[in-house]
T-cell receptor, first 114, second 111 residues
């Protein structure tokens, strides 16, 4: 069966520090991968999605970047965190390139930038 | 751009009551609509997925309906239980490989 792992679960970082959140998927190959953010009191927002190694699409301009160095690994990064980067970050994967299938979500990372 | 709205933002009901959560979306050109459950500080659990060609889906005490032409969906929960307390999110999928989420309804079922 397929599983998705996301870590760390909780992170507290000072403003200006770097960030690296990692997401890995097991039990499938060539998945679509997604990073979402849920800011306090707001809905989920798609940040990045990837349909293959090295292929990243960004949905909104921001202080973050994403990379996919391996087929089942998706990394969310920042060189210098801002206060506004605080939120709940979710990684997800889906079975194929069509938008018709369910996305499966990780447990999330709660990031607090102080 | 697609906008998804959920009403009410919060709902409290006594245990055993039936309840309805509402979701509306502005662009009817969707592939599907999903209802998710989110427990505090945790990821999402997919509850039901309705394809654009379908009218409803059922799973246990949950029933979701979709009226694509009017841009509306409802999630019906029968015989609510305290364990149903969570935030419920609806999301629509567009051809851009994207999910558009509502802001959720926070449900509290009082024992």
């Amino acid at each position: 069966s397929q599983t998705i792992h996301q870590w760390p679960a909780t992170l507290v970082q000072p403003v200006g520090s770097p960030l690296s959140l990692e997401c890995t998927v097991e039990g499938t190959s060539n998945p679509n991968l997604y990073w979402y953010r849920q800011a306090a009191g707001r809905g989920l927002q798609l940040l990045f999605y990837s349909v293959g190694i090295g292929q990243i699409s960004s949905e909104v301009p921001q202080n973050l970047s994403a990379s996919r160095p391996q087929d089942r690994q998706f990394i969310l990064s920042s060189k210098k965190l801002l206060l506004s980067d605080s939120g709940f970050y979710l990684c997800a994967w889906s079975m194929d390139r069509l938008a018709k299938n369910i996305q499966y979500f990780g447990a999330g990372t709660r990031l607090s930038v102080l | 751009k697609q906008e998804v709205t959920q009403i009410p933002a919060a709902l409290s009901v006594p245990e055993g009551e039936n309840l309805v959560l509402n979701c509306s979306f502005t662009d009817s050109a969707i592939y599907n609509l999903q209802w998710f459950r989110q427990d505090p500080g945790k990821g999402l659990t997919s509850l039901l997925l309705i394809q654009s060609s379908q009218r409803e889906q059922t799973s246990g005490r949950l029933n979701a309906s979709l009226d694509k032409s009017s841009g509306r969906s409802t999630l019906y929960i029968a015989a609510s239980q305290p364990g149903d307390s969570a935030t419920y999110l609806c999301a629509v999928t567009t051809g851009a490989n994207n999910l558009f989420f509502g802001t959720g309804t926070r449900l509290t079922v009082i024992p």
